[in-house]
Every structure is written in C-alpha cells, then in structure tokens.
C-alpha cells in the first residue's frame, strides 16, 4: 500500500483555520470549502457586499523576453499580441487535436506577461509554455507569491482604482505591493490580488478589517461561478472539448482566425466551418432538486448529453445547471429530463449567465 500523498498548503492555511474553515483537498492542497457562515450566506453576501477568496492554489507565472507574446501564441487562439499593457485576457491552451488544455488569464505588464493558471493543470501548463520558448525568452514559475481574490459590489468603495474590468496594475493595498486585476471568477465586480507568500497573511488580515469583508470558501466559489455561466476545469473543460463545443470562441482573436497559425487550428476550424456535435448549455431545472456533475440527459428516452456542474443557485433560489447536449438538443426552451436517482427530472435549456454580470466596464 503506498503512503498518500500529504496535501499542500497555501500562505493563507493558518489563517484559514484561525476563522473556523473547514479544511477539503482539493488539487492537491488543503483548501477552506466553507467557513461558520456556511455556504449559503457566504455566497449571498458575496453578491451583495464583498467576499474574500483564498486562491493561492492557483498556478503564478511570468514570460520574460523578447518575442513571449508570439511564443505564447503557438498554443492559444487568444490575441496575446495584441494586449495593450495593463491589460488582462481569457485565454484557451489548446492541444494538437484542438482539446482545451487548460483555461488561463495572461496580462501584458508592459516590461513581461503575467500568467495565471488552474492549480490542478500548472504542472501540465508550464512545461507546455516552456516547451516552445525561444532562445532569449524564460519563463519564471512564481511559487512565492500568494493570490487572494476580493469580489462583490463594495470592492470599488473599499479600494478605488482607475482600472476597468480586466485591467491590471502594480500597487501598495494597506502599505504591502500587490499585482491587482479587476478581474475574478464570480459575475461580481471585484479584484484579483498577487502578493508575496510572506505578505499574504497580513495582507488578507487588512482586508478582512475592512467593513462588510467576510471570508468565503470554495463552495460558494463554485456556486458563484456556476451562476455567472462560468466554466470549471475539469467539469466543464477538458482536453476532449474544443473552444467552439464549450461556446468559447469569443475567447479567440480576430487576428488569430484569419491566421490559424496555433496549435489544434485544423480542427477548431472544422468545428466552426461545419458545426459540432455537442453544445455546451445552462440548463434550468423544474422544482428545487439540484442535478449534479455526470447526471445524465435525456430526450424523449434517449440520452443526449451529461451534465457537467450542476447544484442550487442562492441568488435565484433555484437550481441551475450547464452541461453538454447533442447540437438538435442545444436550443433557448429545449425541454429535457435530467436522470436524478434514476427518475428523470424536467428541465429546459436556459441562457447565460442565469445571474447577470456586474463587472465594472
């Protein structure tokens, strides 16, 4: 029998643990899921005053050099070039049958490009981004910086800034320097923070002082993000599911399409010049039962698709859902039936975000 593997830790643990979180894996770290408040409030009050997530998980790096940008390029369809600096951008590492790698942001910081990618995929990413760099371009991991995200509507009252959704600034946030992006992973307006692991404790101290600031877990993380339309690696993206199935092709650069210069270009294109045969979808339950990951779709007995998040929307006091269906399946109103403990359960395929954006435009 093999020992298992002991869990990481973030900057943040101790802290954690001091404010009662109640402490899951997850990608390899020890990770808060809730805090006393419990999932419910958290999510709640994250959309109406402001929540602080512990991400530190997450993967930091920089590109250095000349020529990073159009290294970069070879693996995404996102514009990296074209990013003005103090910009941030989604972007898609694709593999050479067009799979999504992974989903990442980058951000041109005027002198380097600052990446961050998915805890549970950084140690695929950055070898992948090394792989095809130049002579003269590094690509520096930062394991020594720690992320705290801040999201909900009183973030722009407690920390003004100048910056528009997806800008991105160095800084000082209560005397410590910060890399912050007005960016994040809720629907909610907010702030995305990088800061050096031995600051991150006091920095998060400070925050959570401020008025109307509660910690918030990654189950309210994932409620969040599942209300504002948002994929989860590894539900809803994986290295089977290219850009145009998962309804991310507004992630790819104009330029990028009239070029089809990155890996996995042959098959996208396909996908787009004539059509897939799966959609990615929101899905709107009837009643209040919640349909998880993997619960199978059904159409008139047939199966047509899985789910692949799925769980109760606080906001909307409802349960909501995305997943994949067959293409003649995919359309607003489709009436569907989940399988939930083997009985099937109505539901129709619904726009998103099922909880409308606020970011700061």
């Known amino acids: 029998m093999t020992e298992p593997e002991a869990l990481l830790e973030t900057p943040l643990a101790a802290l954690n643990r001091e404010l009662g979180g109640r402490m899951v894996p997850f990608a390899g770290y020890a990770m808060p899921v809730q805090y006393p408040a419990g999932i419910m409030a958290e999510h709640l009050h994250c959309r109406a005053q402001a929540g602080l997530f512990d991400v530190s998980h997450m993967g930091q790096a920089e590109l250095i ?10 693996l995404t369809p996102a514009d990296v070039q074209g990013l003005k600096p103090g910009r941030q951008r989604y972007g898609l590492l694709l593999n050479e049958a067009g799979g999504i790698v992974d989903d990442f942001m980058f951000a041109n910081m005027g002198d380097r490009l600052f990446l961050v990618v998915n ?9 992948l981004i090394e792989s095809v760099l130049p002579r003269g371009v590094t690509l520096r991991p930062l394991p ?11 973030v722009a009252t407690l920390i003004p800034t100048t910056m528009s959704f997806m800008g991105i600034m160095e800084m000082e946030i209560a ?44 189950g309210a993380r994932d409620s969040l ?46 996908h787009l010049d004539h059509g897939v045969k799966r959609l ?35 906001s909307i006091g409802a349960p909501v859902a995305m997943g994949y269906v067959a293409r003649d399946a995919a359309a607003d109103g489709t009436a569907l039936d989940l399988i939930v ?4 359960l109505p539901a129709r395929v619904a726009p998103m975000p099922f909880h409308p954006h606020r970011y700061a435009r």
Request: glycine fraction near 14%; include cysteine.
């Open 225 to 270: 993000r599942l209300e504002a339309g948002l994929c989860l690696y590894g539900n809803d993206l994986d290295e089977t599911t290219s850009p145009v199935e998962a309804n991310l092709t507004w992630s790819m650069g104009k330029r990028r399409r009239m070029a089809w210069d990155f890996r996995g270009a042959d098959v996208v294109r396909d």
């Open 341 to 344: 403990r083997d009985k099937p």
């Open 119 to 127: 805890a549970s995929r950084k140690q695929i990413d950055l070898p």
């Open 280 to 314: 990615r979808v929101g899905l709107r339950p009837e009643g209040r039962q919640p349909a998880r990951g993997h619960t199978p779709i059904q159409q008139g007995g047939a199966v047509v698709g899985e789910v692949t998040s799925g769980g109760f929307g606080p």
């Open 175 to 218: 005397g410590i320097p910060v890399i912050a992006s007005r960016s994040g992973y809720t629907g909610e307006d907010g702030l995305e923070i990088s800061v050096a692991a031995e600051q991150a404790e006091a920095l998060a101290r400070a925050l959570l002082a401020m008025p109307g600031v509660m910690p918030v877990g990654l």
């Open 65 to 74: 050099g000349e020529g990073a940008a159009a290294a970069l390029e070879q």
């Open 144 to 154: 020594d910086r720690a992320l705290i995200a801040l999201q909900g509507p009183a």
